[in-house]
């Protein structure tokens, strides 16, 4: 039995025939040439074909300015590629990325491909234990620019959001390697101050520490952070390749959660006409790469991505449809306290609410920004609008008052 | 004294201001915050500040359809990012690359940033040394799909071409490592032929191989196809980043040229809105990550890049701007024998004419079509018209006949 992997394009085309295109898709990323095939070699060469599943032709309405569009679906036998990220995205894109208006949309995978990928190590679930946190969504803190920054500086900044009670706290990811805070020594500090704030707060939280340099080191630097105690790994995956990630999501010895960040992704997902859809790009191939966390741009802030394909991201990384563990969806960019309830109500609780400026920006500063979150988080877990929330907690009302509320 | 690497974007907005866009990436992308920061403190954080270098705003002429746009160059102190190409990305384009129509255009690297890159290893004159062919334009052949093939059907292909008189021969980029034409054994074969071929053509040539499989197992497989004797590598550049391509190249055990594909390069340059210039991605940082050759989809055939672009690729493999090596320009795709004086018009003779199906279609089969092109390009380097030539040559004559000649 053979057994395939399907790719789903967009293409564009104002007159052309999408039938067409979809079989010369099919014939010319597997076998080349088919019709002008003696039957006995295409009788050998039969499981390397591709196949043309659905051709689904939009024609633009009178009067409407839309353009003329076919979503295309063609299956490729998983015999003619090997078990690895590359060799299907080259095999369903490479070319023909380059090739006109055309948009990879979506890839389904066989069992046979997926079972060179174990998923998210902790995904939600795992996550959850780590942090003893059942139920309600969990709260991420980004260090502001600590560009410049020395080792106690950094120590001041993570002692703040740590005291404000978040349960995860990330590195900036344009933190590289530098002699002021060298990974080692940046970990060792940042852990002591976690310790002193758990002394306080009772709540235990992770540090999502950015793993950069040079790919082959990549693994090295992931090991010794986690060595020295990081308790969870921070990684810019596009600029390195989704095949790095699964390599360090599968390592065996890598055992903290992974948050991988969308650098880089909107010179893949933002074209109507080209690249790659978001859905794909930061939600089912993050998750079968590995991720346990996956950020993306929130609808709500100043990095805008549409609501819809938030929506379809955070689909993509809980599905059931993959026998894999679940990655958190980290809607981030422009989140403030007044934002929680529609959070919530978008995406429910199985969601990281990641604040920057909106915890470093609060008027009584971080550990009452983290606060503020804190209490907003609890008002919208118990149906309580926050203004009326704000009425008894000081940190939530100087944020809605300098902020506003979600609506 | 400082150094600067400088990211030059097209940024698209009906309205807004882009002075103080570009100074809020400038700010936002480095130190964070600026104005806000007490005097001493800015002093500490002088040197870690982005700088707006110019602001070139375009406004649409009234009744003319085009949108109003800024090119915007930024400079971004050396001391913020490591000597790595994921850093410089990360750091340039990062997060930016999701904030609203802006497109990277173009860097330019510091002396500094640019110690840790030695280019290409060959370049256009080491690999002319190799071949033994010092002005003319190189000829490279395409396997045409072998997907399926085994040893036999594999070695007949590369034969045929060889014998055609080909310079170079390149993988197909869809043929991955798999149990009918494994990778040491398709190189022994390969390297059988290109033997055989040499007593009877008395030229040499450069089999490039496609380097597949898991990013940490790629120099490995490198290696093995290098130890049986492999005279070139292949290598798929953007699914695995350009670190990778560079890490590759400035391996001292990696000892052949190296050709890189642009698979899945359609998913970054053709929007004028979103991504990464043609330019930059193809030219720029494939010459820096040390590429010996660089395709890209030519202006001529059926996958189309604009002559423009086509142009401004070749200027960055070549320009001396850069000290180091220079890259072959190889334009692919849709290249028929009748299209050489174009081509070398349009390239001089720095230049690869790489051919597919203008080779393997020719009526005589794939060794008159490399004859054919043989031809051609002895003919345009003589100034001697494709017509007038193709009447002693039956082999340009059968290409011209069906393929037409250049106008």
């Known amino acids: 039995m053979s057994s395939y992997c399907t790719a789903t394009y967009r293409i564009y085309d104002e007159k052309g025939d999408f039938q067409r295109k979809a079989q010369s898709i099919a014939v010319g990323m597997t076998v080349g040439t088919w019709t002008e095939l003696p039957g006995t070699k295409q009788d050998e060469m039969r499981k390397h074909l591709g196949h043309v599943e659905r051709v689904e032709v939009h024609e633009p309405e009178s009067g409407n300015q839309v353009e003329r569009y076919a979503d295309v679906s063609i299956s490729y036998p998983d015999i003619n590629f090997s078990r690895d990220i590359p060799a299907l995205l080259i095999t369903t894109f490479g070319k023909i990325s380059m090739d006109g208006k055309i948009k990879l949309i979506d890839l389904t995978f066989s069992k046979d491909f997926l079972s060179a990928f174990p998923g998210p190590k902790f995904g939600i679930s795992g996550i959850r234990e780590l942090l003893g946190v059942k139920e309600r969504p969990l709260l991420m803190s980004i260090f502001k620019s600590v560009i410049g920054y020395d080792l106690d500086g950094l120590k001041e900044q993570f002692m703040a959001q740590a005291l404000g009670g978040v349960d995860l706290i990330k590195d900036d990811e344009i933190l590289f390697e530098n002699p002021l805070t060298p990974i080692e020594q940046r970990v060792r500090v940042c852990l002591e101050a976690a310790e002193e704030a758990e002394q306080i707060t009772g709540k235990k939280l992770l540090y999502a520490v950015n793993i950069t340099g040079r790919t082959s080191q990549l693994r090295d630097q992931a090991l010794k952070a986690i060595d020295t105690g990081?308790?969870?790994?921070?990684?810019?995956?596009?600029?390195?390749?989704?095949?790095?990630?699964?390599?360090?999501?599968?390592?065996?010895?890598?055992?903290?959660?992974?948050?991988?960040?969308?650098?880089?992704?909107?010179?893949?997902?933002?074209?109507?006409?080209?690249?790659?859809?978001?859905?794909?790009?930061?939600?089912?191939?993050?998750?079968?790469?590995?991720?346990?966390?996956?950020?993306?741009?929130?609808?709500?802030?100043?990095?805008?991505?549409?609501?819809?394909?938030?929506?379809?991201?955070?689909?993509?990384?809980?599905?059931?449809?993959?026998?894999?563990?679940?990655?958190?969806?980290?809607?981030?960019?422009?989140?403030?306290?007044?934002?929680?309830?529609?959070?919530?109500?978008?995406?429910?609780?199985?969601?990281?609410?990641?604040?920057?400026?909106?915890?470093?920006?609060?008027?009584?500063?971080?550990?009452?920004?983290?606060?503020?979150?804190?209490?907003?988080?609890?008002?919208?877990?118990?149906?309580?609008?926050?203004?009326?929330?704000a009425e008894h907690m000081p940190q939530l009302k100087a944020a809605l008052d300098i902020w506003g509320g979600s609506r």
Chains 1, 2 share one sequence.
């Open 230 to 389: 990081a308790s969870a790994l921070l990684f810019n995956v596009l600029p390195y390749g989704f095949d790095v990630l699964h390599e360090l999501s599968s390592d065996p010895d890598i055992t903290v959660p992974i948050a991988a960040h969308p650098s880089l992704a909107g010179a893949f997902y933002p074209s109507p006409h080209y690249g790659i859809s978001a859905s794909l790009l930061l939600g089912k191939l993050m998750r079968i790469a590995g991720a346990d966390l996956v950020l993306f741009p929130s609808p709500y802030g100043s990095v805008v991505m549409p609501r819809a394909e938030n929506l379809a991201i955070q689909r993509e990384l809980l599905s059931s449809e993959l026998a894999l563990r679940t990655s958190f969806p980290v809607p981030s960019a422009g989140i403030h306290p007044g934002l929680v309830p529609r959070i919530l109500e978008d995406f429910g609780t199985d969601v990281v609410v990641n604040a920057g400026g909106g915890i470093h920006g609060h008027p009584g500063g971080a550990i009452n920004g983290g606060l503020a979150f804190v209490q907003a988080i609890d008002a919208a877990l118990n149906g309580v609008p926050l203004e009326q929330a």
